[in-house]
Structure formats: structure tokens, C-alpha cells
């Protein structure tokens, strides 16, 4: 009777990080095409504010300009923080 030689198994892979979909590159843009949108609304919303609360143009863009400077680092250190980084 004729027997086949035992099947070689490669090494198993190290320990790695799991294979997700997409590019690290490419999910970090995504990330800060995500803050920089939720900042410039939060920067549009603060402008609005500014505006109508007596600031007239000056002081619409200057409580924009804040927010907006404000919310930029905070969603990415949010997101870094969700992202488990």
C-alpha cells in the first residue's frame, strides 16, 4: 500500500496586528477629513454666534476662527483615542 508523505504546514506567522481593510494612510485622511469637518461646522455654528450676538463680521470671525482652531486637535485627539492609538 502507497502512502502520501505528510502535508508540510509553512511556519505560522508571527503575532501581528490584525488585516483590516484600507491603508493606514489612507484611514488616518479619512480621520482628518472627519475632524476638519466637524471643526469647521463647529467653527460656522461659533461664527453664526459671534455674528448675531453683537460682534458684526469681526466678531463673527473671530469666535469662528477660535472654535475652529480649538475643535481641529481636540476631534484628532478623539479620534486617536476611539482608534485605540
Known amino acids: 500500500m502507497l502512502t502520501s508523505p505528510a502535508p508540510v ?3 505560522p506567522a508571527p503575532d501581528s496586528a490584525p488585516v483590516t481593510a ?3 494612510l489612507g484611514t488616518r485622511l479619512l480621520e482628518l477629513a472627519l ?3 466637524l471643526a469647521l ?3 460656522l455654528i461659533a461664527g453664526f ?3 448675531i450676538t453683537g460682534g458684526g463680521p469681526a466678531g463673527g470671525a ?3 476662527a477660535a472654535a475652529f482652531l480649538a ?3 481636540l476631534m484628532l485627539l478623539v479620534i486617536d ?3 485605540g492609538r
Open 9 to 11: 504546514n509553512p511556519s
Open 22 to 24: 484600507g491603508s493606514p
Open 35 to 37: 475632524a476638519f469637518s
Open 41 to 43: 461646522s463647529s467653527g
Open 49 to 51: 454666534v459671534g455674528w
Open 62 to 64: 473671530s469666535w469662528g
Open 71 to 73: 475643535t481641529v486637535p
Open 81 to 83: 483615542r476611539i482608534s
